[in-house]
């Protein structure tokens, strides 16, 4: 009966620790959920798909069996704006040269206005992204397409763009530009709620533009889409 009793009392300890433990290990994991957890964004984040041809616009091109040219966003724009909730497109038979405005994408009224990689007739538009704009920087390769062109100068205009490679050496400077920008931008706006450049490693926050007016965004146009020279 002795055994009994001891063996019972040592059980009820056992279940009594594991409680014990148990909540300390529940209470220790709310408070790292509660606390901010943020992405950050560098030259290894964005997806390069082989294949593909790029621009210092920050837009990709691929040509397709028959001929024709598809055009899209990179994933770099999407991984410094965030989501679009609109876009403005041009109409089917429309003219597009290169290095001017083709696309404007909006984000609750901000805006940014996209150059044509490539000269053409718009041949094709994605009827999709009128009503699912996200699909720009959640499929920008593949279901968030914008046009697809007849070219009228692809040879001539595929010597000013990257291949793969080359693009994603390229990209790595762009990362070192985007740096300066967000520490120009920190510097602006002292009094941001959260950091955009985290101290530690100085790596910057995915989505960062999301939280800043049309001034930032006009800055961020000028700087990486309509200079192309760097």
């Known amino acids: 009966m002795v055994i009994i009793i001891l063996i019972s009392f040592v059980l009820v300890c056992i279940c009594i620790d594991l409680i014990v433990q148990y909540n300390r290990k529940k209470k220790l994991s709310e408070k790292v959920i509660s606390a901010p957890v943020y992405k950050t964004i560098s030259e290894y984040n964005p997806l390069i798909p082989q294949g593909l041809v790029f621009d210092k616009g920050h837009m990709w091109a691929f040509m397709e069996k028959n001929g024709s040219v598809r055009i899209g966003l990179d994933d770099f724009i999407g991984n410094v704006t965030g989501s679009f909730n609109k876009v403005k497109m041009k109409s089917v038979g429309e003219k597009i040269q290169k290095g ?3 696309v404007s994408v909006i984000q609750n009224g901000k805006l940014l206005s996209i150059n ?3 000269s053409g007739v718009v041949s094709a538009v994605n009827e999709n992204l009128s009503d699912k704009s996200d ?5 920008p390769y593949t279901n968030g397409w914008i046009y697809t062109l007849a070219p009228t100068n692809w040879f001539e205009d595929l010597k000013n763009l ?3 490679n080359t693009y994603r050496t390229w990209l790595k400077d762009e990362f070192i530009r985007l740096k300066d920008f967000v520490a120009n931008v920190n510097f602006r ?4 709620k959260e950091p955009v450049i985290y101290q530690d490693g100085g790596e910057i926050r995915k989505y960062f533009l999301e939280e800043f007016g049309p001034k930032i965004w006009e800055d961020f146009q000028t700087t990486f889409i309509n200079n192309t020279s760097n």
Do not use: E, F, R, Y
């Open 116 to 118: 044509a990689p490539l």
């Open 135 to 139: 699909l720009l920087t959640s499929s």
């Open 100 to 102: 001017k405005p083709a």
């Open 162 to 164: 990257m291949s793969t």
């Open 189 to 192: 706006m002292n009094s941001l």
